[in-house]
């Protein structure tokens, strides 16, 4: 995708909290080459701390060396210290107006590029959250379930001992009588499933 290359469908992917491409945000992008257009002219600038400057972009630079997942948001978070690093260094140039407007604007698109993230991943916990309520409350009535934890033994087997839920971890489970829980994201490989076991049916 172009730089502000952004639809509404695209920022609904940030639903989810470890998106794989573009994980900075719809319009990270975009401002990452503002940011370096303005650091370029600022550096040359008198009033702005260059060494400082120079040192925390190196930093930042040698610290993603460590991973070959550099692209991926999860793995190097400190990448959104770039187009801050811009932004500051836009402000601190002095007479040159064009310069901190410049400032102004790039730091109000980091603004709205989180805003926008955040605004649709918050709207899907809360969505998740009522969700995972409802599961449980309905689950506490069935007797005995049986849980195929896939990758998340551990936390969601606490969230059933919490729900007062019981159950059997299983392996596998299979069948049209077989449903997803609120663990990931629909679709997502590893999800937790569950099912009413044989003999809570014959109870109720």
């Given at each position: ?6 639809r ?20 990270f992008?975009?401002a990452?080459?503002i940011?370096?257009?303005?650091l ?13 400057i ?26 959104w210290?770039?187009?801050i690093i ?13 310069l ?5 604007v ?6 709205i ?30 007797g005995?379930v049986?849980?195929a ?8 087997s ?27 994201m629909?679709?997502y490989p ?8 044989a003999e809570?049916?014959a109870?109720?």
């Amino acid at each position: 995708m172009w730089p502000f290359d952004v639809r509404w469908k695209d920022i609904d992917y940030f639903r989810y909290h470890d998106l794989r491409i573009g994980g900075f945000g719809p319009f990270f992008s975009g401002a990452l080459i503002i940011g370096l257009a303005l650091l370029i002219i600022a550096f040359f600038r008198r009033g702005i701390p260059r060494g400082i400057i120079l040192l925390s972009i190196v930093t930042i630079i040698a610290s993603l060396a460590i991973s070959r997942h550099t692209w991926w948001a999860r793995f190097a978070p400190q990448v959104w210290w770039l187009p801050i690093i811009a932004v500051i260094a836009g402000l601190a140039v002095r007479k040159r107006r064009i310069l901190w407007w410049a400032s102004a604007v790039l730091a109000a698109i980091l603004l709205i590029n989180a805003m926008l993230a955040a605004g649709v991943h918050f709207k899907w916990e809360i969505f998740a959250t009522r969700k995972t309520y409802e599961q449980m409350a309905f689950l506490k009535d069935k007797g005995e379930v049986e849980v195929a934890f896939g990758y998340f033994r551990e936390p969601f087997s606490e969230r059933l001992k919490k729900g007062g839920v019981k159950f059997r971890e299983v392996r596998g489970l299979r069948g049209d009588d077989v449903f997803e829980l609120m663990s990931v994201m629909p679709e997502y490989p590893g999800s937790v499933r569950a099912r009413i076991s044989a003999e809570s049916q014959a109870d109720n």
